[in-house]
């Protein structure tokens, strides 16, 4: 999910990717807004030497945690190394450390889960990438005909995005109350589908790239409907329980966070709101799911690894194309500055900010999430982590 400004503010310097653009490239950052917080260490002493420079790493979770950043947590795997650090606090006015396994909202990292579930479909010859959506979903688009499903898969359907007609931005409202109340709205996919198709397609489908929201809502559907089951059930069986990722799940009904956490903020008419606890289903397929570094990074090594997906659909994810030639068919991809390619996806929801990159060969992997200040500004220090972690 892309959603509110404040939101763009602190993900605004993580990568071009995370703003929806499909460029893995890293942005200039702005001044400090916030006071730094207390640094902790990493709890991966036992590891034996490492390839990262670990002290340049914490210096700059401690500039996150000084500009945009309330809390932040990162997972950098090295070959068979990897250092787990943390900066910033769990909690406003508290000392308490972002846990070291924290779960956290993983906002639109939950598109390359939906993505894989779908190329399994693929390969198991219940979806084919090329067909309408009607085909599947008949009468839910308006120009289901024409949209195909890799279209939904690489934002190239021209399809409105439902965030961005929905009333999500904090600054949008005069009322702390009403606000609140916005975060426990219960909606269904179908709500937010309806949405999107009041409004006209952006380009002609196949033609143009814009990301999209609406298009992994539909694919969510499109999941439930070729299998029987929501797409949450499929998701669990076909990654979640294969790969053993116990602290990954789709919250469904859950306003909470499951285990230890951080607390993401913003601030609402004057006054700080804690947005932690919310109702994720305005997200659905598109962003609700909750995870951990450990999972995601497992999750990534196993998916480029080729331990998830048969060649043929592994390769249609990671293959591009001209209108889109940043992002694959649920994974972004491309150089960072330094000229490393990698791959991966970002994502936000209200109060947290997630990336997962790597190489290619998974050799190299990153991992981050950060809860956001109640007064976030532009962050700063993303560049030298990703530098940290791929290219020094």
Request: proline letters at 6%; glycine letters at 10%; hydrophobic letters at 40%.
């Amino acid at each position: 999910m892309r959603t509110t400004r404040s939101r763009r503010r602190l993900a605004g310097a993580l990568t071009a990717a995370m703003m929806g653009t499909g460029a893995l490239t890293v942005q200039a950052a702005g001044p400090a807004a916030a006071q730094a917080a207390p640094t902790t260490r990493s709890a991966d002493r036992a590891a034996g030497p490492r390839s990262i420079d670990r002290a340049a790493v914490q210096r700059a979770l401690d500039e996150m945690a000084a500009s945009g950043a309330q809390g932040v947590q990162v997972r950098i795997t090295d070959g068979h190394r990897q250092v787990v650090l943390r900066s910033g606090t769990a909690e406003i006015d508290s000392r308490r450390p972002v846990p070291r396994r924290g779960t956290f909202r993983i906002g639109s990292i939950t598109k390359t889960f939906v993505a894989t579930v779908v190329l399994q479909l693929v390969g198991e010859g219940s979806v084919e990438l090329d067909a309408p959506v009607s085909r599947y979903l008949p009468g839910l688009l308006p120009d289901g005909d024409r949209i195909t499903v890799r279209m939904l898969l690489q934002h190239t359907s021209g399809l409105a995005n439902y965030t961005d007609h929905l009333p999500l931005d904090p600054a949008q409202y005069t009322s702390v109350a009403e606000f609140k109340a916005s975060l426990d709205r219960r909606v269904e996919p179908a709500e937010l589908v309806a949405l999107a198709a009041e409004h006209p397609l952006h380009f002609e489908p196949g033609t143009g790239w814009r990301y999209s929201n609406t298009g992994y809502v539909v694919l969510g559907m499109l999941v439930a409907e070729v299998t029987g089951q929501p797409y949450d059930r499929a998701v669990e069986e076909r990654i979640l329980h294969p790969l053993r990722l116990r602290s990954t799940s789709v919250p469904g009904d859950r306003t909470d966070l499951p285990g230890r956490h951080a607390h993401g903020y913003a601030r609402v008419a004057g006054q700080v709101v804690n947005v932690t606890e919310l109702d994720p289903s305005v997200a659905s397929a598109a962003g609700e799911m909750v995870s951990t570094t450990a999972d995601l990074d497992r999750f990534v090594d196993a998916l480029l690894d080729g331990r998830v997906l048969a060649p043929a659909q592994l390769a249609e994810m990671q293959r591009t194309s001209a209108v889109s030639p940043g992002y694959g068919l649920g994974v972004e991809s491309g150089p960072l500055e330094c000229g490393v390619a990698v791959q991966g996806h970002g994502g936000g929801i209200h109060g947290f900010s997630s990336l997962v990159l790597s190489t290619p060969d998974t050799r190299k992997r990153l991992v981050v999430s950060l809860t956001s200040a109640p007064d976030a500004g532009e962050l700063r220090g993303y560049a030298e982590l990703l530098d940290e972690a791929f290219c020094a």
